[in-house]
């Protein structure tokens, strides 16, 4: 038997993995993890080539060229051109920073309407009854069908666009954001804040907030995702921001007539989209898997 | 005139008592019924001494405690009636139970502390201990950062806790669980409160480490000159740390008393029982042969036989009584008034005189 450990305080600490800060941890994972690192790097690259667009692409967006409508991709044209000439390759980068610039927005929207909702339903018993019943309502609508009426109401811009899809995804993050705040209350940590005489906007800005900061994270990644597939969604409807400016649902949306002739002109922007939301998926995933603390201790 | 006078009047509280609760009724509302966790409880923490406040589980020791720091969980629960007549550093006497939300701010955590019985889930995981103990000195001192900053650091050296400096700047999983009850302790006397309440601040930690936060709390007991409420279930850390002892059944006091009135001439039955079920290691006197004596056969441990009634149905009469060895018929008809049975000590039984 090992003799009993002296009645002093322990000066050292055991430096385990569990007194590695959080990000360490993560960037552990993502290493450990080579599909979430390709996802990365996707997403990554197609950020940047959005970002960089007009430095990257060698035409217009919309210069039209007659002479060369409808030509498969080639050294010239990466991805092709349309009907009137123009690049796709230009026009699906071009368009990548709307429909990435919407999606992000969305994100932002939702984020700040859903946590508003949801730490004021999970901290506040009085107001959950309600609030808990109009998210419920919101969530009884189909999403695409919330955000066609939403966009309708408000009008065909892109910052329509982003108001109703930052709409139609709050729900999900007031129920997440709800549901850990009911968790967090309960926890003395915040009973002990209370007890110090801390003023309740400190306790939830403070001590709830900061410790929602992973789930927030998780769910916005999800609806980043949700969000580029909705406004391209929108846009192939026609109900999303007007055919001129180049997303990647209005260029798939004016290449339905010539998807016989000319499917490059779909496929390119689909392929984008498929891309983005697959990156961000995996990247949501494993993003809960990393920030969820009963997973630490594994790594 | 004079009768309804002093009916309206505050009671004046004696100078050596810092807080005196009066027939504290605190209820919780669950499923239609009312439950009476708190009914009826009188306390009186002297200034600068330790009172123990003891009980079993349910016997609503908790909720006495939370209702001083008016944190019952509204509006499921509600202090009902009864005066916390407390009195503050300006010298005025305040009506804790009646007191506005901002003017309780102030006495929380500046006043009044207290530290909870989970240091592992007691502290914010995503701050350093040195932030959250400067949270609440730039709460109630008005401190900026680095001030704030140096008083954490010294708060720590007073805890006990090594190196301070640095560990100031660690969060809350990088250290065990009596580590964090001494940052708890940091935290609740960096506004040098009067009156510190611990709910039962010892009970998730090893023996071992027990004894130290033990030692730790009488020590600053003691250096700061505060009074503290120590809630317990454990009559050992009683006789460890209180100065009196008050103890608890069914939400109500049954005795009060100094810690050595209560284990020498316990007026309660159930104090009496409480104390004979602390378990015994029985020493032999070396020329004593073990085997022989009659009454050296190993004790079997004793029982309180039934368990505590529910609060929400509480017998007519002595809660106790259905328990109690020595009840007659009186017991169970009314509930005995808390009378004082020798100085400074009361007790809520018919036949305390018997005992």
């Known amino acids: 038997m090992t003799a009993v450990h002296p009645a002093g305080i322990p000066d050292e600490l055991p430096e385990g993995p569990a007194a590695r800060p959080r990000w360490a941890v993560a960037a552990r994972h993502l290493w450990r993890n080579k599909l979430l690192l390709l996802a990365v790097i996707v997403l990554l690259a197609v950020v940047a080539l959005a970002a960089l667009a007009p430095l990257v692409a060698e035409y217009g967006p919309n210069a039209m060229r007659i002479s060369r409508r409808l030509q498969a991709p080639s050294a010239a044209h990466f991805f092709g051109t349309d009907e009137f000439g123009r690049d796709i390759f230009s026009r699906v980068i071009h368009g990548g920073r709307i429909s990435l610039a919407a999606g992000g927005l969305t994100v932002l929207v939702a984020c700040a309407g859903g946590v508003l909702l949801g730490v004021l339903s999970g901290y506040f018993a009085a107001l959950d009854g309600i609030l808990v019943k109009v998210v419920d309502s919101m969530m009884a609508f189909p999403d695409i069908l919330l955000a066609i009426a939403l966009v309708a109401v408000l009008g065909p811009t892109l910052s329509n666009v982003v108001v109703a899809l930052g709409i139609v995804y709050m729900p999900r993050v007031a129920r997440v954001v709800r549901a850990s705040t009911l968790v967090l209350r309960e926890l003395p940590f915040v009973e002990a804040a209370r007890a110090l005489g801390v003023p309740t906007h400190r306790i939830l800005r403070r001590h709830i907030l900061r410790n929602l900061a992973s789930p927030i994270t998780v769910q916005g990644t999800f609806i980043f995702a949700y969000a580029i597939l909705a406004e391209a969604g929108l846009s192939f409807l026609g109900v999303g921001v007007s055919s001129e400016t180049p997303t990647w649902g209005t260029i798939i949306n004016a290449g339905q007539q010539y998807a016989r002739q000319a499917p490059w002109i779909m496929l390119f922007p689909g392929l984008a989209i498929v891309l983005s939301v697959f990156s961000l998926q995996i990247i949501g995933d494993a993003l809960r898997d990393a920030l969820d603390p009963k997973l630490q201790k594994e790594v | 005139m004079a009768m309804a006078e002093a009916a309206a009047e505050p009671a004046a509280i004696a100078d050596e008592t810092l807080l005196q609760i009066e027939g504290l009724r605190t209820h919780f509302r669950k499923d ?324």
Request: net charge positive; aromatic share 4%; with cysteine.
């Open chain 2, 32 to 355: 239609g019924a009312v439950v009476r966790s708190v009914d009826g409880v009188d306390l009186r923490i002297p200034r600068g001494r330790t009172l123990a406040v003891v009980g079993e589980s349910g016997s609503g020791k908790s909720v006495t405690s939370l209702s001083i720091m008016r944190l019952i969980p509204e509006p499921a629960g509600r202090i009902v009636g009864g005066r916390m007549l407390y009195r503050d550093r300006t010298g005025r006497l305040l009506d804790l139970a009646r007191l506005p939300v901002s003017e309780m701010r102030r006495i929380r955590g500046g006043e009044i502390s207290m530290i909870f019985q989970e240091p592992m889930t007691s502290l914010n995981p995503v701050f350093t201990v040195g932030d959250q103990i400067a949270e609440a000195v730039a709460l109630h001192a008005g401190k900026d950062r680095a001030e704030a900053r140096r008083v954490a650091v010294e708060m720590l050296r007073l805890v006990e806790i090594p190196a301070a400096e640095r560990r100031v700047d660690e969060y809350p999983h990088q250290m065990s669980g009596g580590m964090r009850q001494r940052v708890m302790i940091a935290l609740a006397l960096s506004c040098r409160p009067s009156l510190l309440i611990a709910d039962e601040p010892t009970t998730a930690l090893d023996v071992t480490i027990q004894a130290q936060i033990l030692d730790l709390m009488r020590r600053l007991q003691r250096e700061i000159g505060m009074s503290m409420l120590f809630v317990t279930h454990n009559l050992g850390v009683v006789a460890e740390i209180a100065h009196e002892v008050a103890v608890m059944y069914a939400g109500r006091v049954v005795e009060q008393a100094g810690v050595e009135a209560i284990f020498a001439h316990p007026r309660h039955p159930y104090t009496e029982g409480l104390i004979a079920c602390i378990p015994r290691l029985r020493r032999h006197a070396p020329g004593q042969q073990r085997d022989r004596e009659p009454g050296g056969r190993r004790h079997r441990l004793v029982a309180i036989p039934g368990s505590i009634p529910s609060p929400a149905a509480l017998p007519p009469g002595c809660a106790f009584a259905p328990r109690c060895s020595r009840a007659v018929d009186a017991c169970r008809l009314e509930i005995p008034d808390l009378v004082e049975v020798a100085p400074g000590h009361r007790s809520r039984c018919l036949r305390w005189r018997d005992l």
